[in-house]
């Protein structure tokens, strides 16, 4: 893969509205989120907690199936009481050559959007549990929607040990980010909020850049752009 221009990139940061993102327009994982994140996540930092997640990421298989999870969890996003999505999926994109536009060549792939290459994705999520202002919070891997799906059976059905050191890890991660929206909601129900300020957290789930793009300010805007959003919903 050849090395990025030493310029300043083009950035430009767009909100996801096709599944493609997530794993390439030609299903083969280039050009995509899942490769964005597997880099980082997988490769760079050998992160304990995404690996555990996401069993086989380093296989077409694996690959394929942590990418799926994310567009299930792009394609049930709800919305606010005043219609705002509770989920953002943000990419950020540089040109990409000839090559990544057509497929061709080493490193190729169908472009999420012609001409463009994915260095860095983000989640922001808006977390709640008073009905109405967001997403709640589940901290228990065992019941990760509320409604009694096991995440840590379905991604590990035979494996008992897996099963609890996963619940274990998941527990430790949304911990304190499940505490903090239970006592905004239990200020709420008691009147104790500050005057406009409301019972939900606007909350950056992932945030990873491409390790050949790291340090020219792409995880900044990523952030930037979700700082600017959470002013905007107050």
Request: glycine share 12%.
């Amino acid at each position: 893969m050849a090395a990025p221009p030493a310029a300043q990139p083009d950035v430009r940061l767009e909100v996801v509205d096709d599944p493609s993102a997530f794993y390439g327009a030609a299903d083969d994982g280039v050009n995509s989120a899942q490769t964005v994140i597997a880099n980082a996540f997988g490769h760079q930092i050998r992160d304990a907690v995404w690996r555990g997640l996401n069993p086989g990421w380093e296989t077409p298989e694996g690959a394929k199936a942590s990418a799926v999870r994310n567009v299930q969890r792009w394609k049930s996003i709800s919305t606010d009481k005043d219609g705002r999505p509770n989920t953002i999926f943000l990419v950020a994109t540089v040109p990409g050559d000839d090559r990544e536009s057509t497929g061709e060549g080493e490193g190729g792939g169908d472009s999420y959007k012609t001409g463009r290459r994915i260095v860095g994705f983000a989640i922001w999520a808006q977390i709640s549990m008073v009905p109405g202002y967001g997403d709640p919070v589940y901290a228990d891997i065992r019941n990760v929607d509320g409604k009694g799906f096991d995440l840590a059976k379905a991604l590990f059905p035979n494996n008992e040990r897996e099963q609890r050191y996963m619940g274990q890890a998941f527990a430790s991660l949304l911990k304190r980010r499940a505490s903090l929206v239970r006592e905004k909601a239990a200020a709420f129900e008691r009147g104790e909020l500050r005057q406009g300020e409301k019972p939900a957290s606007f909350h950056l789930d992932l945030c990873v850049v491409d390790p050949a793009w790291q340090r020219r300010g792409i995880a900044q805007k990523l952030v930037g752009w979700g700082l600017e959003e959470a002013k905007r919903r107050g």
